[in-house]
């Protein structure tokens, strides 16, 4: 992708936190930009052409970009794309359905306090829970072993009452998914089985039980695992808000996350090679000449089979997700016996979904973006937060702490979407060749925060990432949601692996 800095637009504020990118000369609905003048000085110029790209792209309706944009493949990460016409597989990404999950349990944070504790705590989670990108239950000894038989249920029906009962997952916990399954191109659930079955005959999934045997795991790079301390916002919302979720204010919290492993990226990669081999076969352009812009017309057999693909490997990110939850508490009462725990919730940043928009039928892509719907919105009728909005899970890094916020109704500016975490400052390899690993380690045994790394990934230190005070401010001074509480981390389960996302 070639960026010529000097002729992009400049962005146009339109209040503290919010501005407007024009593109196409004017023709076209300027993209939506979150963030204050401190954040959008962040967004450099391949990250703001990418955005022009995927505005300018055929079918696009709607592009929000959020204060933790940065480049990322085909669109910015931390963006929105809406068409009621086209589907993306750029914006969902090589991790389909990465996501975060949060699990509170009721031991108090005094309970953790102690660092023999504290080790005994990561030792019980790492024999059930392999980090790192080609781990798996064969490197756990006390995981989850998932023979192909149940893979294939569960990539197919998602969180279905029959997985969560074989896995050992508390079945209530699928109420608190943002989705616990997704079906079809065609609303079924056979769509999803046909197109796996056709897929292991041709040959794509020579190795499918290698890759169901990722389930429970949380591969590397950017992905994580982190006890919390939950401290609720001292106002009477939030504490009315935070009983609704579940939260606990001084009690002991996990954070997680993940996503769709091996399985979902070997789905993703190869939809990209098929697309693109029908780009260059036909010679269609790619929007802004990127060829992780590639699309597919809505009701074609492309975009059928990549929605089905989407589905499959999103299926998966959800049945690993509870399931690494179950495996934490599992492992938490394993060192602090009768120990309770309840999922707060589990939402992706990865994902299409179909929604409205604007008062017509979309469908959504959040590429590093996160689903916000407020109170009385009807996407929650009939879930446990039709009163409140859905839990938003922001994670920011170890050392300055993560988010839970909540949706207001003015976040229709941004399709109902909001950041993903802090977003990136700095690319891995510049932040591999700056940072002192020695600083870095030191910054986390000074705030007694405990990891299992010998070396805290340099790449992924807090150093590495935008401001999450700023970021979270953006979003509060742009009216798109608010905080309820504030996560502490006490210790921190990563690997340094590449990520797979």
């Given at each position: 992708?070639?960026?010529?800095?000097?002729n992009?637009?400049?962005?146009?504020?339109?209040?503290e936190?919010?501005?407007?990118?024009?593109?196409?000369g004017?023709k076209?609905?300027?993209?939506?930009?979150?963030?204050?003048?401190?954040?959008?000085?962040?967004?450099?110029?391949?990250?703001?052409?990418q955005?022009?790209?995927?505005?300018?792209?055929?079918?696009?309706?709607?592009?929000?970009?959020?204060?933790?944009?940065?480049?990322?493949y085909?669109?910015?990460?931390?963006?929105?794309m809406?068409?009621?016409?086209?589907?993306?597989?750029?914006?969902?990404?090589?991790?389909?359905?990465?996501?975060?999950?949060?699990?509170?349990?009721d031991?108090?944070?005094?309970?953790?306090?102690?660092?023999?504790?504290?080790?005994?705590?990561?030792?019980?989670?790492?024999?059930r829970?392999?980090?790192?990108?080609?781990?798996?239950?064969?490197?756990?000894?006390?995981?989850?072993?998932?023979?192909?038989?149940?893979?294939r249920?569960?990539?197919?029906?998602?969180?279905?009452?029959?997985?969560?009962?074989?896995l050992?997952?508390?079945?209530?916990?699928?109420?608190?998914?943002?989705?616990?399954?997704?079906?079809?191109?065609?609303?079924?659930?056979?769509?999803?089985?046909?197109?796996?079955?056709?897929?292991?005959?041709?040959?794509?999934?020579?190795?499918?039980?290698?890759?169901?045997?990722?389930?429970?795991?949380?591969?590397?790079?950017?992905?994580?695992?982190?006890?919390?301390?939950?401290?609720?916002?001292?106002?009477?919302?939030?504490?009315?808000?935070?009983?609704?979720?579940?939260l606990?204010?001084?009690?002991?919290?996990?954070?997680?996350?993940?996503g769709?492993?091996?399985?979902?990226?070997?789905?993703?990669?190869?939809?990209?090679?098929?697309?693109?081999?029908?780009?260059?076969?036909?010679?269609?352009?790619?929007?802004g000449?990127?060829?992780?812009?590639?699309?597919?017309?809505?009701?074609?057999?492309?975009?059928?089979?990549?929605l089905?693909?989407?589905?499959?490997?999103?299926?998966?990110?959800?049945?690993?997700?509870?399931?690494?939850?179950?495996?934490?508490?599992?492992?938490?009462a394993?060192?602090?016996?009768g120990?309770?725990?309840?999922?707060?919730?589990?939402?992706?940043?990865?994902?299409?979904?179909?929604?409205?928009?604007?008062?017509?039928e979309?469908?959504?892509?959040?590429?590093?973006?996160?689903?916000?719907?407020?109170?009385?919105?009807?996407?929650?009728r009939?879930?446990?937060?039709?009163?409140?909005?859905?839990?938003?899970?922001?994670?920011?890094?170890?050392?300055?702490?993560?988010?839970?916020?909540?949706?207001?109704?003015?976040?229709?500016?941004?399709?109902?979407?909001?950041?993903?975490?802090?977003?990136?400052?700095?690319?891995?390899r510049?932040?591999?060749?700056t940072?002192d690993?020695?600083?870095?380690?030191?910054?986390?045994?000074?705030?007694?925060?405990?990891?299992?790394?010998?070396?805290?990934?340099?790449?992924?230190?807090?150093?590495?990432?935008?401001?999450?005070?700023?970021v979270?401010?953006?979003?509060?001074?742009?009216?798109?949601a608010?905080?309820?509480?504030?996560?502490?981390?006490?210790?921190?389960?990563k690997?340094?692996?590449?990520?797979?996302?």
């Amino acid at each position: 992708m070639s960026v010529d800095a000097k002729n992009l637009p400049r962005l146009i504020p339109t209040g503290e936190a919010t501005a407007i990118l024009p593109v196409g000369g004017g023709k076209k609905k300027p993209i939506t930009v979150i963030g204050t003048e401190r954040i959008r000085a962040t967004f450099d110029a391949a990250c703001l052409q990418q955005a022009i790209n995927t505005r300018m792209a055929p079918g696009v309706a709607e592009v929000v970009l959020n204060p933790d944009a940065h480049i990322g493949y085909g669109a910015p990460i931390g963006c929105v794309m809406a068409s009621d016409s086209h589907i993306y597989p750029g914006p969902v990404g090589v991790d389909i359905k990465c996501s975060m999950s949060l699990l509170q349990l009721d031991a108090p944070a005094s309970a953790i306090e102690g660092r023999e504790t504290r080790r005994a705590i990561i030792d019980a989670i790492l024999k059930r829970v392999p980090t790192g990108a080609g781990q798996g239950q064969r490197n756990a000894p006390k995981s989850r072993r998932v023979d192909e038989g149940l893979g294939r249920e569960l990539v197919v029906h998602g969180a279905s009452t029959d997985v969560c009962e074989m896995l050992g997952i508390p079945g209530h916990w699928a109420g608190r998914c943002e989705d616990s399954a997704h079906r079809g191109h065609d609303d079924t659930a056979d769509a999803l089985g046909a197109r796996l079955e056709r897929l292991i005959a041709a040959g794509e999934f020579r190795k499918f039980g290698d890759k169901i045997s990722q389930l429970g795991s949380y591969g590397g790079g950017n992905h994580f695992g982190e006890c919390e301390v939950v401290h609720v916002v001292e106002t009477e919302r939030a504490r009315k808000t935070a009983d609704v979720f579940g939260l606990k204010d001084g009690c002991v919290a996990f954070l997680s996350h993940c996503g769709s492993r091996g399985f979902g990226h070997h789905l993703a990669m190869g939809q990209f090679k098929a697309l693109q081999g029908k780009f260059d076969e036909w010679g269609i352009p790619y929007p802004g000449q990127d060829r992780e812009l590639c699309y597919a017309p809505l009701g074609t057999p492309e975009a059928d089979a990549y929605l089905d693909d989407m589905s499959l490997g999103a299926n998966f990110a959800t049945v690993n997700h509870l399931l690494i939850n179950s495996l934490v508490l599992e492992a938490f009462a394993e060192v602090l016996p009768g120990v309770r725990g309840e999922l707060v919730y589990f939402i992706s940043h990865n994902i299409a979904r179909k929604e409205i928009v604007q008062g017509r039928e979309m469908w959504v892509m959040r590429k590093g973006a996160t689903r916000a719907f407020p109170a009385s919105h009807h996407g929650l009728r009939g879930t446990p937060f039709a009163d409140t909005g859905n839990p938003i899970l922001l994670p920011g890094d170890p050392q300055r702490g993560s988010a839970v916020m909540v949706a207001e109704p003015t976040a229709s500016l941004s399709c109902y979407s909001v950041n993903h975490g802090a977003g990136r400052m700095m690319g891995r390899r510049h932040a591999m060749r700056t940072l002192d690993q020695g600083e870095v380690n030191r910054s986390f045994a000074e705030k007694d925060i405990l990891t299992n790394c010998r070396d805290y990934p340099r790449d992924e230190s807090p150093e590495a990432y935008k401001d999450f005070n700023e970021v979270l401010r953006s979003v509060i001074v742009a009216g798109l949601a608010s905080e309820v509480a504030r996560l502490r981390a006490r210790f921190v389960i990563k690997d340094s692996s590449e990520a797979d996302d």
